[in-house]
């Protein structure tokens, strides 16, 4: 075992001991939740704090483990590409039994699993160990099996098993917003083992000045921009996206969309961009190296999108490309689907278009390009909404509450 941080003293290790299980390394997962460090400050203040998961292809951050103590698994991962991210995910199952048998003799108080990964929770829940499974929000049944009915009926089925062992086993979920716990009660999980934690904004999205870059990146002035990132697949509604741009740029020769991120569905996304006949009106970047990369390229745009496939999967879904797109200040064009419908209000802080309703989508568009003042106020209002929504220091607090009710049940 790897230990990060300052040597814990003799009374410090008799403190009950949290493992912070992801396959990610602690960096990566730093990034994609931003409340980590906050997280694990407030539970340091009353547990030791073992994070579980892979080396990455970056140098470790001394800041980011600072406190921890750390389990790293064999191997590293390389988040950029999607093939390594596919083979560490398959080694990281073929481990799973040999990492429980050692969670085993260290006697945890409690398994704090971020591993959303089909048949993972379930698998730690076996373990017998108090678990608390922190969000289910990518339904993976569903993106892997969801794309026919009999597909559909087995994934439903393989959720309320989950769900059922879940409950037998004594887990608790924290659910990401109110329709991700209908979600879940739905499927059979006990109502009083839920409780709703907002996930947490990431400051490292801000306005900042782009013009540079815009130009750099062959938009005149008399071009309008629209631009959507994060890793790219099907499931998320890239395929319905760019059939409407097609449309859209017939109508609007003057708008463009720009498409940040890869990973690994960008071959898939160029050879449709290619097929459609789109390369004049849509550009994708491709994976960008770093975060400041991203903001700038976001910040570059007029207009940013927060799209999600009209399906079960996404029923719930808050992704992160919605809080990030907010926080640019930009006005922020979303799927209203009832996850993203929490949080966006539309036209007070966002803008919102019916799901599968390409009229809705382009009227939301063309107000945004048609009145530019007003489309701007609601942008800037979209910064408040993220701050008010997805508060980190909120959501640590509301975990370590979880979690010390939760080791108190068990004692008693």
Not at 222 to 250: E, N
Request: with cysteine; aromatic share 10%; proline share 5%.
């Amino acid at each position: 075992m790897n230990h990060a941080g300052k040597m814990k003293s003799p009374a410090a290790t008799t403190r009950p001991l949290i493992v912070y299980l992801h396959h990610y390394p602690p960096e990566v997962e730093a990034r994609q939740y931003s409340g980590m460090r906050i997280l694990v400050d407030r539970l340091t203040e009353k547990y030791r704090v073992l994070y579980v998961g892979f080396r990455g292809a970056v140098a470790a951050d001394p800041e980011v483990r600072r406190d921890m103590e750390l389990l790293e698994l064999p191997g590293r991962i390389d988040i950029a590409s999607g093939a390594d991210k596919l083979l560490k995910t398959a080694w990281f199952y073929l481990l799973l039994p040999w990492l429980i048998r050692r969670l085993r003799r260290m006697r945890p108080a409690l398994i704090l699993c971020k591993e959303p990964l089909p048949l993972v929770l379930t698998f730690v829940c076996f373990s017998g160990i108090p678990v608390l499974i922190d969000s289910v929000t990518d339904w993976w049944w569903r993106i892997l099996l969801g794309w026919s009915a009999p597909g559909r009926k087995i994934a439903a089925c393989l959720e309320r098993f989950d769900a059922h062992i879940w409950n037998k086993r004594g887990a608790w979920i924290v659910a990401l917003n109110k329709e991700e716990a209908s979600m879940l009660i739905e499927r059979g999980m006990a109502a009083k083992r839920v409780k709703v934690i907002h996930t947490t904004m990431d400051y490292r999205y801000y306005p900042c000045d782009a013009g540079d870059l815009r130009r750099a990146r062959g938009y005149g002035g008399d071009q309008w921009v629209a631009a959507i990132h994060g890793t790219i697949r099907p499931g998320k509604g890239y395929a319905q996206l760019l059939r409407w741009w097609k449309r859209l740029a017939g109508m609007h020769p003057d708008w463009r969309l720009l498409i940040i991120g890869g990973a690994g569905g960008l071959a898939w996304c160029r050879r449709l961009v290619r097929r459609l006949g789109l390369d004049g009106s849509v550009k994708l970047t491709g994976w960008l190296p770093t975060h400041e990369d991203v903001n700038r390229h976001l910040n570059a745009a007029d207009c940013l999108l927060a799209v999600r496939a009209n399906s079960e999967d996404n029923r719930a879904m808050i992704p992160s490309v919605l809080y990030h797109s907010m926080a640019i200040g930009k006005p922020t064009v979303a799927t209203g689907l009832p996850g993203m419908a929490e949080v966006v209000r539309h036209g007070v802080d966002g803008f919102l278009y019916a799901p599968d309703d390409f009229e809705s989508f382009r009227a939301a568009l063309e107000y945004v390009a048609q009145y530019p003042e007003e489309a701007a106020r609601i942008g800037r209002a979209g910064i408040a909404r993220a701050r008010e929504c997805f508060d980190p220091a909120m959501a640590a607090d509301l975990h370590l509450k979880m979690i010390s009710n939760l080791l108190s049940s068990q004692e008693q």
